[in-house]
């Protein structure tokens, strides 16, 4: 875990040539393709997915935050499973209660719960709010279920909550909440680990990214060999051999990609 860390740590400082603690497009591409050689338009495609605010920058969390989803060991493994999403849809329900009855606007109740005012509720701000606004115990908090909640609360699946997941919130049009009442689609979401099928084209291709990095690491040792056999012992990976590489291994099973989405 440590070692991962570390690994982020200095994958980001090589992007950051500027060192001013964010980084471009044309950054993240050169610095990672330094690394391991990624093709160019898959790297600006998980920069899109950093860059949730269309600002043409990451800093150095969203960067963790993406390395983190690409490398299974950094995924925290939950000990209990929960068969239900009942927590999560009590906890917003209170939320809702709770902004009802202070009469704020979606606006405000997402400044009151952005802790550190830094425009994004995370996980930090979300179990100081718990517990300050809407009395939910230490005990009951944990990190699965606050990663569950996330799961429902976020439309783009981010890790953290953006000022227009409030809004559907309140105006009480979020889908995903309306999905998770019903008991048989909750269950069969937990059945797969409590993925949600989400229409975001970021989503879809954020998970699969995560299967190709779990494919990855569990059949080859080292990220070298993958690349070797992607790039067919040359030293670039262009898109046809990577689909190929794909293909052969199946790393996308289940996602059915169409052509045009991949
Ligand atoms: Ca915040």
């Not at 338009?41 to 150095?60: H, Q, S, W």
């Not at 989803?69 to 849809?89: G, K, L, N």
Request: hydrophobic share 40%; charged share 25%; net charge neutral.
């Amino acid at each position: 875990m440590r070692s991962d860390k570390i690994l982020c740590a200095e994958l980001f400082k090589r992007c950051d040539t500027e060192k001013v603690g964010f980084i471009n497009k044309a950054q993240f591409v050169k610095g990672i393709q330094a690394a391991t050689k990624i093709a160019t338009p898959l790297l600006e495609k998980l920069f899109l997915i950093m860059d949730t605010n269309r600002v043409g920058m990451a800093d150095y969390s969203r960067f963790e935050n993406l390395i983190k989803a690409m490398v299974p060991s950094c995924i925290p493994q939950p000990a209990v499973v929960e068969d239900s999403f009942s927590w999560q849809e009590q906890v917003i329900q209170k939320i809702k209660d709770w902004i009802a009855s202070k009469q704020l606007s979606a606006e405000d109740a997402f400044r009151q719960f952005d802790q550190d005012f830094d425009g994004l509720i995370t996980k930090d701000d979300m179990v100081k709010s718990l517990r300050a606004y809407i009395q939910i115990k230490p005990e009951e908090i944990n990190a699965q279920r606050i990663e569950r909640l996330f799961r429902l609360l976020s439309f783009f699946k981010s890790l953290a909550i953006q000022p227009s997941d409030f809004e559907r919130l309140v105006n009480d049009a979020n889908p995903y909440v309306t999905a998770a009442t019903n008991r048989t689609s909750g269950n069969l979401k937990a059945a797969m680990g409590g993925s949600f099928a989400l229409r975001s084209t970021n989503d879809w291709l954020f998970a699969a990214m995560q299967q190709i990095g779990l494919l990855i690491s569990t059949k080859y040792a080292v990220i070298e060999d993958s690349f070797a056999e992607a790039s067919g012992n040359t030293d670039k990976v262009d898109y046809d051999s990577f689909m190929r590489f794909i293909d052969k291994h199946d790393a996308l099973k289940g996602f059915s990609l169409t052509t045009d989405l991949k």
